[in-house]
């Protein structure tokens, strides 16, 4: 559909990752480019988050 927003897998990564899903809820077939982006944007928040509570910030 013409209509239907444009998905970005990297900004869904980071959003499950900052409502603490873990990085194998990837719904992207491995091997995919999506599931590539969506472990990267994963990663770039947990990465950040695991950061912060090692500060205790």
Request: no cysteine; hydrophobic share 30%; net charge negative.
């Amino acid at each position: 559909m013409p209509n239907e927003p444009q998905r970005d897998p990297f900004i869904e990564g980071e959003g499950a990752a900052s409502k603490n899903i873990p990085a194998e809820g990837n719904p992207y077939q491995e091997g995919t480019e999506d599931y590539a982006l969506w472990s990267a944007g994963h990663e770039r928040v947990a990465s950040a988050i695991e950061a912060r509570e090692s500060e205790g910030t």
